[in-house]
């Protein structure tokens, strides 16, 4: 049981790391010959610490507890990539409401597919690492 926590831990770091570095490439950030003049800006390393923050949260106590129920409930591979999606997305949607003083459609769609694509990739890094890592540590 610590074994597996540990694991999963280890792969919300790991999530964690990747989906901050996507995300603060992709949203947010501009380059300094492109920022307009008397506007607040960031940095990427800024936007990658903010991004991080809110991820690892998320991902550490929401990620493994949803993670370590699917897997031990749901055994076929199919059913288990729907319910993280799904999971993910509905995280993801929650937050955005919450966080959110006005909500948009357009948005909240945003939230839901990076909601679902960070359950997805904690899916596939935890599917690699079981194949690779953790056989070695066994």
């Not at 049981?1 to 949203?27: H, N, P, R």
């Not at 950030?29 to 800024?46: G, I, K, L, R, V």
């Amino acid at each position: 049981m610590l074994k597996l926590l540990i694991q999963k831990i280890s792969i919300a770091i790991i999530s964690t790391i990747i989906l901050a570095w996507i995300l603060s490439l992709y949203f947010g950030y501009t380059p300094n010959a492109q920022e307009t003049a008397d506007t607040a800006s960031f940095s990427y390393s800024t936007l990658f610490i903010i991004y991080a923050v809110y991820s690892l949260v998320i991902y550490a106590t929401l990620g493994v507890i949803i993670s370590w129920i699917i897997d031990t409930k749901i055994k076929k591979q199919l059913n288990q990539i729907v319910f993280y999606t799904a999971s993910g997305a509905i995280i993801g949607g929650v937050f955005y409401l919450y966080t959110s003083a006005v909500p948009y459609f357009h948005e909240l769609m945003t939230f839901l597919l990076i909601g679902g694509f960070a359950s997805l990739l904690f899916l596939v890094i935890q599917k690699g690492c079981h194949l690779t890592v953790f056989k070695l540590i066994k």
